[in-house]
């Protein structure tokens, strides 16, 4: 929602700005078509070239988070620290019964129960992967740390690439609507015959595609490209979380305490209270016996 707002203002502000000083929409409207043609096409063009069609589709989904926002909410951590709960727990009493839920995890009902998180399927990787290594005694801590380190670093790649791919139109924009505007002027030079009047209407439209370029580039590609990228930093913190109950849990710490290092690493605004927790887990408890 906040998206659409700011959106609203980009363009109340700017061309209410224009009107108000004077200015007239009609050399605007007029040439936007065919500079938007230029430019935008121009950009999208160069957008295919650069990248492959996964990565198209990956960008052309991200796009919504502009106006979704991060994908986990507070609810699914208070969830996923109920999830990891359950799983450690469960290990601790009896380590040959954790293989049928890390194994198939679609089938377990320890992990039906939480639909949002089973859907996530790099959230179920990691927790599954991380405890059939613990399984097949691949405890050492720092060993495990490591490789989730790495892949925490290739998934945030990966998943930043559409921010990258925004970023780089985004620069290129500003010289696209210069180009739009040199054609204009071209054209406008080959009726230099013409009375000041229509020579001052297409020089206007030929400076039309400046500032669309820089108006695309700074008021909306940019933007959009930014928040992509802070969306998927926010929805980090969600696999960090992750993260952290595991490495808590090679390190031999109780289950509580591992549950309260989640808890603590959980970002303010979406961390739960001590005592939501564990009325959650009490719950949990409560649940499974």
Same mark, same amino acid.
């Given at each position: 929602?906040?998206?659409?707002?700011?959106?609203?203002?980009?363009?109340?502000?700017?061309?209410?700005?224009?009107?108000?000083?004077?200015?007239?929409?009609?050399?605007?409207?007029?040439?936007?078509?065919?500079?938007?043609?230029?430019?935008?096409?121009?950009?999208?063009? *160069?957008? /295919?070239?650069?990248?492959?069609? !996964? =990565?198209?589709?990956?960008?052309?989904?991200?796009? &919504?988070?502009?106006?979704? +926002?991060?994908?986990?909410?507070?609810?699914?951590?208070?969830?996923?620290?109920?999830?990891?709960?359950?799983?450690?727990?469960?290990?601790?009493?009896?380590?040959?019964?954790?293989?049928?839920?890390?194994?198939?995890?679609?089938?377990?009902?320890?992990?039906?129960?939480?639909?949002?998180?089973?859907?996530?399927?790099?959230?179920?990787?990691?927790?599954?992967?991380?405890?059939?290594?613990?399984?097949?005694?691949?405890?050492?801590?720092?060993?495990?740390?490591?490789?989730?380190?790495?892949?925490?670093? *290739?998934? /945030?790649?990966?998943?930043?690439? !559409? =921010?990258?791919?925004?970023?780089?139109?985004?620069? &290129?924009?500003?010289?696209? +609507?210069?180009?739009?505007?040199?054609?204009?002027?071209?054209?406008?030079?080959?009726?230099?015959?013409?009375?000041?009047?229509?020579?001052?209407?297409?020089?206007?439209?030929?400076?039309?595609?400046?500032?669309?370029?820089?108006?695309?580039?700074?008021?909306?590609?940019?933007?959009?490209?930014?928040?992509?990228?802070?969306?998927?930093?926010?929805?980090?913190?969600?696999?960090?979380?992750?993260?952290?109950?595991?490495?808590?849990?090679?390190?031999?710490?109780?289950?509580?305490?591992?549950?309260?290092?989640?808890?603590?690493?959980?970002?303010?605004?979406?961390?739960?209270?001590?005592?939501?927790?564990?009325?959650?887990?009490?719950?949990?408890?409560?649940?499974?016996?």
């Amino acid at each position: 929602m906040i998206g659409i707002v700011g959106i609203g203002i980009i363009f109340v502000m700017v061309f209410g700005g224009y009107i108000l000083a004077g200015g007239k929409l009609g050399i605007i409207l007029k040439s936007l078509p065919f500079e938007l043609m230029m430019i935008g096409g121009a950009a999208v063009g *160069a957008f /295919l070239i650069s990248n492959d069609m !996964s =990565s198209v589709k990956h960008t052309l989904k991200d796009v &919504g988070k502009v106006f979704k +926002g991060p994908k986990w909410k507070p609810e699914d951590y208070k969830d996923l620290l109920c999830l990891l709960f359950e799983l450690i727990r469960l290990v601790r009493q009896n380590p040959v019964a954790i293989e049928e839920h890390i194994e198939a995890p679609a089938e377990s009902s320890i992990f039906s129960k939480y639909p949002k998180i089973l859907s996530e399927g790099e959230a179920i990787g990691m927790i599954c992967d991380t405890m059939r290594s613990a399984s097949m005694n691949y405890d050492d801590p720092h060993q495990v740390e490591e490789v989730l380190d790495k892949r925490a670093e *290739a998934n /945030l790649h990966h998943a930043l690439h !559409s =921010s990258h791919a925004l970023q780089t139109m985004a620069d &290129g924009l500003p010289a696209l +609507g210069i180009v739009a505007a040199v054609l204009g002027v071209i054209k406008t030079m080959g009726s230099i015959d013409q009375p000041p009047e229509i020579l001052g209407k297409m020089i206007g439209g030929a400076l039309v595609g400046t500032f669309l370029g820089v108006f695309l580039a700074y008021g909306l590609v940019g933007p959009f490209a930014a928040k992509v990228k802070a969306v998927v930093e926010e929805d980090r913190h969600f696999y960090n979380l992750i993260r952290e109950v595991l490495i808590a849990n090679l390190h031999n710490h109780s289950t509580n305490i591992c549950i309260e290092v989640g808890r603590q690493n959980t970002p303010q605004q979406c961390r739960p209270t001590f005592a939501d927790l564990e009325d959650a887990l009490k719950a949990t408890k409560q649940e499974a016996a």
